[in-house]
């Protein structure tokens, strides 16, 4: 496939993960109390995919490509980065405490819960600069497993649109409001691949392109075993997550052998 053609594809996979906090947005004005355990399931899905493609497809081509200490040092540098950022955000708005979802059913004025989802918001749009460049460098590598990410990440910004915008809701009673913060974190992880595109495609090699794809297998760990699960054991079964990692994993093994 030619390489502006990957670029494309690669930036509107990126735009439809970031995007998909507004779906979580959405829910707000259908349901009165918002809760995700039902997307439990989902979530366990989202973290088979991220941990399967991460091991199994990103890791080992890494370290065939540059060998296994630079593979390696970039895997836990993609870790050290994430959870960097997750150290340097407000530790009640950071992502995966996911504040303020379980937030009172009558909607009223409060500073302190407008508050609350702002940084949520600003939060989520700093966690999702790099998974936008996790999304972009993979489908820029492979297409296929630029869709498999772009999904998973996907799912799991579904709840992070809630966790913005409920709280935003319940102190301004404005939907449009809620959604429209919500909708502005997802922007990040377009403007992550954008920058990605920046930086990285002028020095573009297949040695580099391997390092940054140990780099994004490091934050996806990161994310499915510091977010994802305590995210889905949170609001869900024990036996219904482990079922949604293992079929995660079955999809990706049987996806990747057939393609």
């Given at each position: 496939?030619?390489?502006?053609?990957?670029?494309?594809i690669?930036?509107?996979?990126t735009?439809?993960?970031g995007l998909?906090?507004?779906?979580g947005s959405?829910i707000?004005?259908?349901?009165?109390?918002p809760?995700?355990?039902?997307?439990s399931?989902?979530?366990?899905?989202?973290?088979?995919v991220?941990?399967?493609i991460?091991?199994?497809?990103?890791?080992p081509?890494?370290l065939?490509?540059?060998?296994?200490?630079?593979?390696?040092?970039?895997?836990?540098?993609g870790?050290?980065?994430?959870?960097?950022?997750?150290?340097?955000?407000p530790g009640?708005?950071?992502?995966?405490d996911?504040?303020?979802?379980?937030?009172?059913?009558?909607?009223?004025k409060?500073?302190?819960?407008m508050?609350?989802?702002?940084?949520?918001?600003?939060?989520?749009?700093?966690?999702?600069?790099p998974?936008g460049l996790?999304?972009f460098?993979?489908?820029?590598?492979d297409?296929?497993l630029?869709?498999?990410?772009a999904?998973?990440?996907?799912?799991?910004n579904?709840?992070?649109?809630?966790?913005?915008?409920?709280?935003?809701?319940?102190?301004t009673?404005n939907?449009?409001?809620?959604?429209f913060?919500s909708f502005?974190?997802?922007?990040?992880?377009?403007?992550?691949?954008g920058?990605g595109y920046?930086?990285l495609?002028?020095?573009?090699?297949?040695?580099?392109?391997a390092?940054?794809?140990a780099?994004v297998?490091?934050?996806?760990?990161?994310?499915?075993?510091?977010e994802?699960?305590?995210?889905?054991?949170?609001?869900?079964?024990?036996?219904l997550?482990?079922?949604?990692?293992?079929l995660?994993?079955?999809?990706?093994?049987?996806?990747?052998s057939?393609l």
């Amino acid at each position: 496939m030619d390489v502006s053609v990957n670029i494309g594809i690669a930036f509107l996979l990126t735009v439809m993960a970031g995007l998909s906090t507004g779906i979580g947005s959405a829910i707000a004005y259908f349901i009165k109390k918002p809760k995700i355990i039902y997307l439990s399931f989902s979530l366990g899905l989202s973290t088979g995919v991220m941990i399967y493609i991460s091991f199994m497809e990103l890791l080992p081509n890494a370290l065939d490509a540059v060998g296994q200490f630079w593979g390696l040092a970039f895997f836990f540098i993609g870790i050290a980065t994430i959870g960097l950022i997750d150290i340097l955000v407000p530790g009640p708005e950071n992502p995966h405490d996911y504040e303020g979802i379980d937030a009172p059913t009558a909607p009223r004025k409060n500073n302190y819960l407008m508050r609350t989802g702002l940084l949520t918001a600003l939060a989520i749009g700093i966690h999702n600069f790099p998974e936008g460049l996790a999304t972009f460098a993979s489908a820029l590598s492979d297409v296929r497993l630029g869709v498999f990410i772009a999904m998973a990440i996907a799912i799991h910004n579904i709840p992070e649109g809630i966790a913005v915008s409920v709280p935003i809701f319940y102190a301004t009673s404005n939907k449009n409001k809620a959604f429209f913060y919500s909708f502005l974190s997802g922007l990040s992880e377009p403007a992550g691949a954008g920058i990605g595109y920046l930086i990285l495609l002028p020095f573009l090699t297949p040695a580099l392109l391997a390092a940054v794809l140990a780099f994004v297998a490091g934050v996806m760990i990161y994310i499915s075993l510091d977010e994802l699960l305590p995210m889905a054991h949170r609001y869900g079964h024990g036996h219904l997550v482990i079922g949604g990692i293992v079929l995660g994993m079955l999809i990706m093994a049987l996806s990747l052998s057939m393609l």
